[in-house]
């Protein structure tokens, strides 16, 4: 008698007690689970429910929702009735995805230190100095200190360990600082000293050597991060709660997890499903080796509530570009001794497309550099057509089944745009590295790779079925994906408003509609749960918001300053402003 079993949510509610009684002393009756979820659905009415289905009723102002968390009905109440006139006065839609997160990593970075907005040594000594007075445990070979957020573009220079050293309270304390987009890490003496004295240089990576010794940048962390002294399963736990909490509080409901290790992936099975579980997680696997094949280590798997997703993989093809380290076809325009690096040979990406794609793995590739995403769209392409050898259908008939994706896309040379668009490889972007790379992207690139190539959105809308995926790429941004809308729709920077004359590269600009496709239908078209998540529809997951006013009522430079009202999941409300 499975259909008796009490849902995931309200499990204290009379009326599922009464429901098994009365069905229990029938004994002959048979009902289906269907009619039962019909039969005690709760009804939410608003004053305006927004749907997101092309349909008549793309606006509402009532949905029925089913014990098993999916929308079971979806209508407008009579003027006059009293569904209509005890309507909440909110302003319903569906709750919002966040296409490409780092979750664990987000929940590590609310319990560590806050680097983001540092502005010099001495700021970055305080801020350390202020955690450790709040955490005495932090510091020792077992506890290091973590933190994320420096730049050098702020700070002046690349930082060393002296610089941490440079105040008698850190000089024998264990530290490890991610740089503002996590592709280098900056350690401390102490950290150093475990490691030999003649370090040699690393393929697809670099040992930053001068000022001084103190950081690691993309395959070179490796060196440092095999000895950091990783979180247990218990804390990993309080730090997916405290991700969680802080995702719901912004309004999402989902997110594509960017890379997380099969170790993890145990965790969350193991959690998926209970009640501190309140994010749908669409997770891609990372091997604990990156850039490897491990397929004996995962198995592909969805969750029936949809709360746990594992069928995809991460691959990168370079790092970032505020460090030098995205792989360019030329040379940097500020530093032309260098053309930055690829973290793994054209080959070998191809080797792990194709064999991850024969496993059955959504294969996803990290790219930033022009360079990195030619690799990429190469790598994907003959991963196709070994999945798809005949000539009957084109290649984009095989990609809308497999749906591979480049993370980041960030600069793409105009050929490999239009092989985007022949093939519908999903880009999956992040609107707010557009608006936070501004201030040095032309210096990185020049004016006429930044005009061509860069921060491409509204030129690949018509990429697919449901165009570009949008994200946050948390916690390197904030994860409120209002601040994404905002920045795709302004392209200016959402936390200072700037620049005010029509923004950056503004021909590149989404409308607010499409912004939001890119924050709902778009990560569930790429997580394969098109019809199912980002839209308010009858047999979707019942995951909505609840908001104060309608968007398309906002002035738009109020987006980057918008607040929730509710967030629900899968019919149960995990937040509340009040």
Known sequence: MDWLRL????????????????????????????????????????????????????????????????????????????????????????????????????????????????????????????????????????????????????????????????????????????????????????????????????????????????????????????????????????????????????????????????????????????????????????????????????ERYISPDGFLSIQSVKLFADGALGSWGSAMIDPYTDRPDTSGSLLVNASELTYQAIAWAEQGFQVNIHAIGDLANRNAVDSLTAALRHLCPGKEEPLSACQSRHRFRIEHAQIIHPADQERLHAIGIIPSIQPTHATSDMAYAELRLGPIRTATEAYRMHSLLDVGPAGPVLGSDFPVEPPNPFQGIYAAVARRNPHTGLPADGGWYAKEALTLDQALQGFTEAPAYAGFWDGVAGIISPGAFADWIVLDRPLEELDVDKLRTLKVRETWVGGRKVYSRS
């Open 7 to 298: 849902p995931r949510f309200g499990r204290d509610r009379a009326w599922l007690y009464s429901s098994a009684i009365i069905v229990g002393l029938a004994g002959l009756i048979k009902v289906r689970n269907g009619a039962i979820d019909y039969v005690y659905s709760e009804t939410h009415c608003y004053r305006s429910v927004r749907t997101h289905t092309a349909v008549e009723d793309a606006y509402v102002n009532c949905f029925s929702v089913s014990p098993r968390g999916k929308f079971t009905k979806v209508f407008t109440a009579d003027a006059g009735s009293d569904l209509a006139r005890n309507a909440d006065p909110g302003y319903a839609m569906p709750g919002l995805w966040d296409g490409h997160g780092h979750l664990l990593q987000y929940g590590e970075f609310l319990n560590s230190v806050d680097l983001f907005g540092s502005t010099s040594m001495g700021d970055v000594r305080t801020r350390v100095l202020d955690y450790i007075a709040g955490h005495p445990e932090a510091g020792s070979e077992r506890e290091w200190v973590r933190g994320t957020g420096w730049d050098q573009m702020a700070l002046g220079r690349m930082p060393t360990a002296n610089d941490l050293a440079a105040d008698s309270k850190l000089n024998h304390l264990y530290i490890m600082l991610d740089r503002v987009d996590v592709h280098c890490i900056w350690v401390s003496q102490a950290v150093l000293n475990l490691l030999p004295e003649s370090l040699p240089d690393v393929p697809g990576g670099e040992i930053i050597r001068d000022p001084g010794m103190g950081v690691f940048c993309d395959n070179a962390m490796d060196v440092v991060m095999a000895l950091w002294p990783k979180p247990d399963p218990k804390k990993k736990q309080s730090f997916l709660k405290s991700a969680m909490g802080k995702l719901n509080e912004v309004g999402l409901v989902g997110i594509h997890d960017a890379g997380s290790t099969p170790e993890n992936h145990h965790l969350f099975k193991e959690l998926a499903g209970g009640d501190d579980w309140t994010v749908r997680v669409y997770t891609m696997v990372e091997c604990n080796e990156r850039n490897t094949f491990c397929p004996d280590e995962v």
